[in-house]
């Protein structure tokens, strides 16, 4: 399998952050879009990510992104006809202190002049939500009834679908090394892969042949 020698924009990385961009690019009509993963997509970070997803954020431009990233994740199975696991369950922080509680009023006052829905709720009502917790020694909770969570591993796979319908190319088991020191030289591909580096030699080409993504990345 070879590799193209070039394209107009590469992307090192798998993960969320990859895929994300990959799809993000391709959305907006780019298609000479590689993306280049060392192991099997989403086997770094993103594989172990709890898959929270919450809107409240220290500003406006992460609330705005954190906003799109729901609605994206609601409808990016109907685009892609792949889970993204998404569940709009709802999000209940606690404070157990006074000092605690006076931040997270504070937190919420910001999220809502930000347009997100919150609800200061008393340590009774957080525990009707989530009836498991101790709530004797709470101060007070907030409810983000449009938080929710998703299956990162499964969004990630989601998202180089998209990508890949609308002409982006993602290669597997194939790492990028920046360093100069050495370039490989075999025949099956011809991006300079490995260095001399140890770790770069166990993922050369050579030893794990770079994969075409079929499906669904
Ligand atoms: C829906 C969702 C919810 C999340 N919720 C939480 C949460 O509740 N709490 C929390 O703490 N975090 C959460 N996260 C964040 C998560 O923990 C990680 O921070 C995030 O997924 C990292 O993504 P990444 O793409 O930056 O990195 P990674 O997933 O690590 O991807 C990087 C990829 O690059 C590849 N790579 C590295 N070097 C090379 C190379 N030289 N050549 C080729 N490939 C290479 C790696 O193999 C890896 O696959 C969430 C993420 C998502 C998507």
Not at 4 to 15: E, F, K, L, M, Y
Not at 49 to 67: C, D, E, F, I, Y
Not at 96 to 120: C, D, I, N, Y
Not at 127 to 148: H, N
Request: glycine share 10%.
């Amino acid at each position: 399998m070879s590799l193209p020698t070039q394209a107009r924009v590469v992307i090192v990385g798998g993960g969320i952050a990859g895929c994300s961009t990959a799809y993000h690019l391709a959305l907006q009509g780019e298609r000479d879009v590689l993306l280049l993963e060392q192991g099997r997509l989403t086997c770094g970070t993103t594989w172990h990510a709890a898959g929270l997803v919450g809107q409240m954020r220290p500003n406006r431009n992460m609330t705005r992104m954190s906003k799109y990233g729901i609605e994206l994740y609601s409808t990016l199975e109907a685009e892609t006809g792949l889970a993204t696991g998404w569940k709009a369950c709802g999000s209940v922080n606690v404070a157990r202190t006074p000092e605690r509680w006076m931040v997270l009023q504070k937190q919420a006052a910001l999220a809502r002049s930000f347009g997100v829905e919150v609800q200061l709720i008393t340590p009774q009502e957080a525990g009707d939500l989530y009836p498991v917790m101790r709530t004797d020694d709470l101060q007070g909770a907030i409810w983000i009834p449009g938080d929710g969570k998703a299956n990162p591993a499964d969004l990630c796979m989601s998202l180089a679908k998209g990508a890949r319908n609308r002409g982006a190319v993602s290669y597997t088991h194939l790492a990028w090394c920046s360093s100069p020191a050495k370039r490989c030289r075999c025949r099956r591909c011809c991006l300079p892969t490995c260095c001399t580096k140890p770790a770069c030699r166990r993922r050369c080409c050579r030893s794990s042949p770079a994969t075409r993504s079929r499906s669904p990345a």
